[in-house]
């Protein structure tokens, strides 16, 4: 079984930081890429950033140079570094990982449970 298991939300003001943290455990063979997604409410899950295995990182348009995404290969962990928050920043982010639990296993997509950000004005 795989577990990916997100810390570090809470309340912040505007203008305030966040550290996200996602750790993967649990059969893991190999992990491709990692990232992080946001869900306000009444809206659709969207895109927040991704990083691959080697380092290579998307951002989406509204992150603006804002949020820097990283992740230790060691610990099978990826992070979200959130600067300059705002208020429509307030969401549940959830990690992503799609990995290999076996060198000829197919990879799949594996989400955690969420975690709230909420940015006040």
């Known amino acids: 079984q795989v577990q990916l298991v997100e810390s570090g939300g809470g309340l912040v003001q505007a203008g305030g930081s966040l550290r996200l943290s996602c750790a993967a455990s649990g059969t893991i063979f190999t992990i491709n890429a990692m990232g992080w997604y946001r869900q306000a409410p009444g809206k659709q899950r969207e895109l927040v950033a991704t990083?691959?295995?080697?380092?290579?990182?998307n951002y989406a348009d509204f992150v603006a140079s804002r949020f820097t995404i990283s992740r230790d290969n060691a610990k099978n962990t990826v992070y979200l570094e959130m600067n300059s928050l705002k208020p429509d920043d307030t969401a549940v982010y959830y990690c992503?990982?799609?990995?290999?639990?076996?060198?000829?296993?197919?990879?799949?997509?594996?989400w955690g449970q969420g975690t709230q950000v909420t940015v006040s004005s």
């Open positions: 992503y990982a799609r990995l290999r639990v076996a060198r000829y296993n197919p990879e799949y997509g594996y």
């Open positions: 990083i691959t295995s080697g380092g290579s990182t």
